[in-house]
């Protein structure tokens, strides 16, 4: 025998299997410590742990037709008084989410921070000198400049930011230049600042871009009053630097990043509530992570899953905020009687048991796969309803019926992730060591897209623009902006030429002006002259700048 069976061997007398082991068999010492525990005062067990001897559920029959009153409101937006609703544009609506005061307020607030960073390195010896140029105060409207070529990069993809603004014919982006130049930009950029930096206080630990997600969240709940149907969820940030608040979640799309709880309209997407996850230990956490994304609401129907679902949670939300709440739930917080327990274990495929408590109501259904399901809610009762499935032996759909709760669960629990597909569609996929840039980067985004929520509610007559022309439509209205901005002058690094292979091998246009002759395989795109790709190409570039 080798050394890994002894060892598993080992381990297998140490701990004895539950299931099929007596009370004799245990330890003694194992016996009394129970005992000990049991008769201690202090000790107090779980109620997932304690024996259910109260009948806690009642049981209901099956009802082919409901009998509960479902809420339904429409949503509705809020627009200003001074309105043009004759023909907005599409920067009108997105001047909604973000208005003037917040672009005064970054602006005022970026041009403190890049003149005391300046200040800070023209006296520190150790900092490069490109590192101290002077800087050149950003107005408002280079700030939507700023926004426009920050919303086309999410728009046309490539492997670099810097690559929009390259030369080569293989990206083709000489447009970037025209409205502001590469290295304008990543100033901007580097220098953007949401916070006051001469302000120190003690607020949340996302305070530097405070700012951004209290102007996109209140003027979002402001403007837009949800539907009857709302959805709490988890969605990722995705961020790969260093912070005590990253989190790494295998079975997500975004794997590494920050977790946030996020409310959102079922039927939109639209983001109505958002609070960003910290790593605590409070039991009541998730509690009062519910309690505080629906405070401000009232007769609505919220849909959650296993993470959030409680029966204290759901009670409270009744009675407290007359909220109606449903959800699939842990069987360990049912309150399960060992009776229910062996019901639940003999239910046939395709077959469902009901409980109820006072209004809250609990679901049991086993699919067509043996897989059990538990749903608990406060809106539904016991009733079923006809819908279809694919059958793999048939293959085919087949009539079928199931509890009318997991039907309105399905259609309602996609908000979130309805909003996390909206957002990766045009998102900004360059990465930031900077946390809260990558944060920002991800509300400027969800201003964008509550935006064209409101403008879809808001177009009753005429064609709509799907969510590609409306970006463009707003990415063209805040370039131009620029048309009273003085753009700097290109570099050389900037300038048309760029090196091509050429179809044939010639005599370098360069080397017969100095009366020798070599023979190249490349040329100058624009020009088509024939180069030596060392040492002629920079020459030739270079004649071509002092001609301009």
């Not at 297998?12 to 008769?39: F, G, M, Q, W």
């Not at 709940?221 to 949800?226: G, K």
Request: hydrophobic content about 35%; overall charge positive.
């Amino acid at each position: 025998m080798n050394h890994k069976a002894k060892k598993s061997l080992n381990l297998t007398k140490c701990i004895p299997d539950r299931d099929s082991s007596t009370e004799e068999e245990l330890p003694a010492a194992r016996i009394d410590s129970e005992e000990d525990d049991l008769l201690n005062p202090k000790f107090k067990r779980s109620t997932s742990d304690q024996k259910i001897t109260t009948n806690y559920w009642k049981k209901l029959d099956i009802d082919l037709e409901s009998s509960r009153k479902f809420l339904f409101k429409p949503q509705s937006i809020t627009l200003p008084k001074n309105w043009n609703s004759k023909n907005p544009t599409t920067l009108d609506f997105f001047s909604l989410i973000l208005d003037y005061d917040f672009f005064q307020k970054v602006v005022t607030r970026t041009n403190e921070y890049a003149k005391d960073t300046i200040e800070a390195n023209e006296k520190d010896s150790k900092v490069n000198k490109n590192q101290k140029s002077a800087w050149k105060d950003l107005s408002i409207d280079e700030f939507r400049i700023f926004l426009g070529l920050f919303f086309w990069l999410g728009l046309v993809r490539l492997p670099d930011m810097k690559d929009h603004w390259s030369t080569s014919h293989i990206f083709q982006n000489s447009s970037f230049a025209k409205h502001m130049s590469r290295d304008r930009f990543l100033e901007i950029l580097r220098n953007l600042r949401f916070d006051d930096p001469k302000q120190k206080n003690n607020d949340p630990p996302y305070n530097k871009i405070f700012l951004l997600i209290h102007t996109v969240m209140s003027n979002s709940m402001f403007r837009y009053s949800p539907s009857s149907n709302l959805s709490l969820d988890e969605s990722m940030i995705s961020f790969k630097g260093r912070h005590k608040s990253k989190v790494y979640m295998p079975h997500k799309p975004i794997r590494i990043g920050f977790k946030a709880y996020v409310l959102c309209d079922s039927e939109t997407g639209f983001l109505l509530g958002w609070k960003m996850h910290a790593k605590q230990e409070d039991p009541d956490t998730t509690k009062r992570i519910v309690l505080d994304l629906l405070s401000i609401y009232t007769r609505k129907n919220v849909y959650m899953d296993r993470y959030y679902s409680t029966t204290e949670i759901f009670e409270d939300l009744e009675t407290f905020q007359d909220i109606y709440a449903c959800g699939t739930i842990n069987p360990i917080r049912c309150k399960l009687t060992p009776e229910m327990k062996e019901e639940i274990k003999n239910l046939k495929n395709e077959r469902a048991l009901f409980y109820t408590h006072g209004e809250l109501q609990l679901c049991i259904w086993k699919t067509h796969k043996g897989k059990v399901v538990s749903i608990a809610s406060t809106i539904h009762d016991n009733a079923m309803a006809k819908t279809q499935r694919f059958c793999t032996i048939l293959k085919k759909k087949i009539e079928t019926t199931r509890p009318e709760v997991l039907e309105d669960y399905n259609n309602h629990m996609r908000g979130v992730d309805f909003f996390d597909q909206q957002m990766r569609y045009y998102s900004f996929l360059h990465g930031s060591k900077k946390w809260y840039k990558k944060i920002a980067f991800y509300f400027l985004e969800v201003a964008v897209l509550n935006s064209y929520v409101i403008y879809e509610i808001a177009t009753i007559r005429g064609p709509i623009l799907d969510r590609k022309k409306y970006t463009m439509d707003l990415i063209d209205s805040l370039l131009r902006f620029g048309s009273t901005i003085h753009i700097e002058p290109q570099t050389l690094t900037q300038m048309d030429c760029y090196l091509a292979k050429n179809e044939t091998i010639l005599n370098c246009t360069v080397c017969s002006t100095q009366d020798s002759r070599k023979r190249s395989a490349f040329k100058c795109g624009p020009c088509n002259a024939t180069v030596c790709a060392i040492d002629c190409y920079d020459r030739h570039r270079n004649e071509r700048y002092s001609q301009k």
